[in-house]
């Protein structure tokens, strides 16, 4: 089996990373500046302009409150892509890191934009705290200039980076085919990229302590202190029993375990919210590099790669967890430039066959039995979830036969004069309740796929198909009206409250933000497929044309705009302008000033 090299690997070249590196710890060591720029042209790379960020030695810059510090996206500059269309969440963030972004957004965006004229590669990169504000830096770069503009992917290149955001974060990148662009390099013993899975309050007696030794650390690299010893041994055992705790929790529902215990234990503990993305680095003490995408497999890496094989060993690992969060330099000089002993672990099956690199790969980050079967568990459970999408992807085929029937009866309706949504309604002829069957067919299949993405059993790359994503929309603009006349057909506003509010599947809200998000639509403004509601809501409430109050004008005049901007872009069917269709009817009572000569044109053409 030929053995990739790292630039095949990870699409980066080993020179630039090596720069990169080189700058990062520069920028940690200079903090009084916010952001450090530098050009550099390597022998097999184009220009690059290489941005770090400093770190920092102060708690209130790791953490916002004694627990884990997390604060919802939602808000903020990165509400509209860090989320999940299934669920409509936000991902979580530290609060700490995104104000220390925020605080630099403005001067980096100056210095961004010279770059990007220039047409030049860009890479973000930060040692230690100086790494999360370098990840979110390139997620605003991703969703400011990639996505709209076109411009040249970053890379992102971290160097014992803190943990940043939740399993939301790590789904909404596999989800834009982002999570490419980012690289986490990790000592085998470095704590801090461990420090996010414990909360302040059971590290707080010693967390100052230790950010003033890496602080008199990097002013000196030759800085050593036999006063640290014991903060460092307890420091680490704290880590490491939270990062065991999340780690057990987690491999636990990886292996499907039902044992209630696992529910009552999160009642007692708060869990770190924090999980990795992105391709991980792990710098074995014997030359290797491991790399590792799966962002369940790396959560269980980081913790059993710093497992003791016995009580003597602590103080040494505990001070050695400290003196490796400055060893980077030095490491990928000599190793990256040097031999390249690089493995990767990718997929995860290959772990249960006898591939002697990756046993040795793993053997070398002291990964026990117990552990590859915590690895191999979350390789199957990616596995189960493209499974489930092959179960999904096999029902494209009658969707699709399903929805050619439904716009037959669409048509058929058109050419009795009564357009399907009044048809539909109205349920005279057997055509009327063949299709209810159908529309029910198609729910049945709809409920299953948004079940499984709200459980994330379906691969974090699915929202991501343009395939799918045209299908639901076809599915939402063919099939809704159904459900809406179905809804008013049974009177269930009555009971129930308005369809918009109270009586709208969650499929046709999930399909319609999946559009929106995935065309940069404004919130709310693809609800073709469910005008209709809209119409029999103002039909109750301008009886005989009147308009009783500012508010209903105002919900007229913007139902009236969107129609026609539908109508104009073909998103809408032809039916509804039939004269004896429900939106006709309703209109031709509103005042004569209201009546648009372009929806006039339309009922006069069909």
């Given amino acids: 089996m030929a053995v990739e090299s790292f630039r095949e690997m990870l699409k980066i070249d080993e020179d630039l990373t090596v720069k990169a590196c080189s700058v990062a710890m520069k920028a940690h060591r200079s903090s009084d500046q916010l952001i450090q720029v530098e050009n550099f042209s390597g022998s097999s790379s184009s220009e690059a302009v290489i941005f770090s960020f400093p770190g920092s030695g102060s708690e209130k810059d790791w953490f916002s409150d004694a627990s884990f510090g997390a604060k919802s996206a939602k808000g903020s500059v990165f509400s509209e892509y860090l989320r999940s269309l299934g669920t409509d969440e936000a991902a979580f963030l530290n609060e700490a890191f995104l104000q220390k972004f925020e605080y630099i957004r403005k001067q980096l965006q100056d210095k961004v934009e010279e770059a990007v004229k220039g047409n030049k590669k860009i890479v973000f990169t930060g040692h230690s705290l100086g790494g999360p504000v370098a990840v979110l830096a390139t997620i605003w770069f991703l969703q400011e200039y990639v996505k709209p503009q076109n411009a040249k992917p970053p890379f992102c290149v971290t160097f014992g980076s803190p943990l940043v955001g939740n399993h939301i974060l790590s789904h909404a990148l596999e989800r834009e085919k982002w999570s490419g662009y980012f690289i986490h390099f990790v000592m085998r013993y470095d704590v801090v990229p461990r420090i996010l899975l414990a909360p302040l309050s059971s590290i707080q007696q010693q967390f100052n302590q230790i950010l003033n030794f890496f602080k008199l650390k990097s002013m000196s690299a030759g800085y050593e202190s036999s006063e640290i010893t014991n903060d460092a041994s307890n420091f680490f055992t704290s880590v490491m029993r939270n990062a065991s705790t999340i780690a057990s929790h987690v491999a636990c529902n990886l292996m499907g375990s039902t044992n209630l215990l696992l529910e009552t234990i999160t009642n007692f503990i708060q869990l770190s919210p924090y999980r990795p993305f992105g391709t991980y680095v792990f710098c074995t003490e014997n030359g290797k590099l491991v790399t590792l995408k ?233 609800e073709e497929s469910c005008f209709l509601a809209e119409v029999e809501e103002l039909r109750t409430r301008t009886v005989n044309g009147i308009i009783p109050s500012s508010d209903i004008m105002t919900r007229v005049q913007k139902l009236l705009g969107q129609v026609e901007e539908w109508s104009h872009h073909n998103v809408i069917g032809k039916d509804v302008f039939l004269e004896e269709s429900t939106f006709v009817k309703w209109w031709k009572s509103l005042p004569p000033h209201l009546r648009s000569p372009y929806i006039n044109a339309q009922v006069l053409s069909v």
């Fill in 294 to 526: 799966n962002s369940n497999a790396v959560l269980q890496l980081l913790f059993y790669s710093c497992q003791l094989s016995n009580e003597t060993e602590l103080q040494t690992v505990a001070y050695k967890s400290l003196r490796d969060h400055f060893a980077y330099e030095s490491e990928l000089k000599e190793n990256l430039l040097g031999m390249q002993d690089v493995v990767s672990i990718d997929p995860l099956e290959k772990i249960g066959v006898a591939d002697e690199r990756i046993n040795q790969a793993l053997d070398d980050l002291g990964v026990s039995t117990a552990a590859r079967l915590c690895l191999l568990a979350s390789g199957e459970s990616e596995k189960q979830k493209r499974k489930n999408q092959d179960k999904i992807d096999s029902k494209k085929p009658e969707i699709d036969k399903i929805l050619k029937e439904l716009e037959s009866y669409r048509d058929a309706s058109k050419d009795h004069k009564v357009g399907y949504y009044d048809a539909f309604k109205l349920q005279k002829s057997q055509n009327d309740f063949k299709a209810n069957v159908k529309r029910l067919e198609l729910a049945g299949i709809w409920d299953e796929i948004i079940e499984m993405l709200k459980r994330y059993e379906l691969p974090d790359q699915f929202e991501g198909e343009k395939e799918w994503l045209e299908i639901g929309t076809r599915y939402r603009r063919i099939v809704e009206p159904l459900d809406i006349a179905n809804y008013y057909r049974h009177l269930k506003n009555d009971d129930t409250g308005p369809y918009k509010i109270k009586g709208r599947p969650r499929r046709y809200r999930y399909t319609q933000r999946w559009r929106e998000h995935e065309e940069r639509m404004e919130a709310g403004s693809s």
